[in-house]
């Protein structure tokens, strides 16, 4: 690959730039004047991309190479570039590769696959979500907000693979199942989480009374 580019810091000395144009500028004026900034980055050409807007360079790309880039920036601990990360959103072709991504092992690049994913809606998500509560990460944590905004056959996915996890997974298995009052098999399951993780007793209890399930009285 290619010297990574150091897009945020382009933009820091292309913002400042314009603010000393500018002159002062009033506290409550400054994210409208950031967000004018940043438009303007993004629509003028720079010489170092030989020319191009940053949002042309990405468009160079193929959705392989978008998703490369991405993983590349997370392992070095940058921020992903902002018309990257745009351009990957709006470029359905990139889901096969970021599910890959979402599956691998540095721990910030899978949580930004991940949430690409979810902010396009990709097909097979439930899945992928899913496999990603495993991690107890970042990543675990957007499956978890994900699967818990789905329907009841996205409960239904979950139980059919509850027992494959093992326990230290199932709280956060257990969270999105009792997001679905009334959803078959999950009042049995937390019945015994109740009784065989004392542990984590008052955890489950909570649960219980958001499942709100009448089998759970006794």
Not at 70 to 83: H, I, K, R, S
Not at 89 to 107: D, F, I, Q, R, V
Not at 123 to 129: D, F, Y
Not at 141 to 148: G, P
Request: overall charge negative.
């Amino acid at each position: 690959m290619k010297k990574r580019i150091d897009f945020d810091g382009e933009y820091a000395r292309f913002a400042a730039g314009k603010m000393r144009e500018m002159g002062p500028v009033k506290d409550e004026e400054m994210e409208n004047v950031l967000n004018e900034t940043m438009r303007q980055w993004l629509e003028t050409p720079a010489e170092w991309l030989d020319g191009r807007t940053p949002d042309q360079y990405f468009a160079e790309k193929t959705p392989e190479e978008l998703v490369e880039q991405l993983t590349d920036y997370t392992q070095a601990g940058m921020n992903v570039p902002e018309p990257l990360y745009g351009r990957i959103a709006e470029t359905p072709a990139c889901a096969p590769a970021l599910k890959a991504a979402a599956a691998g092992a540095n721990a910030a690049g899978r949580a930004t696959a991940l949430r690409l994913l979810c902010d396009m809606n990709a097909s097979g998500l439930t899945e992928v979500c899913i496999d990603a509560i495993s991690g107890r990460d970042d990543a675990a944590e957007i499956a978890v907000d994900f699967l818990k905004k789905g329907d009841y056959a996205t409960a239904q996915a979950v139980l059919k693979r509850y027992d494959e996890f093992p326990e230290e997974d199932r709280m956060a298995l257990m969270d999105v199942l009792c997001s679905y009052p009334g959803a078959p098999g999950v009042a049995e399951r937390l019945t015994e989480r109740l009784y065989n993780d004392p542990e984590h007793r008052g955890y489950y209890a909570m649960q219980a009374g958001k499942l709100g399930d009448e089998a759970l009285i006794e």
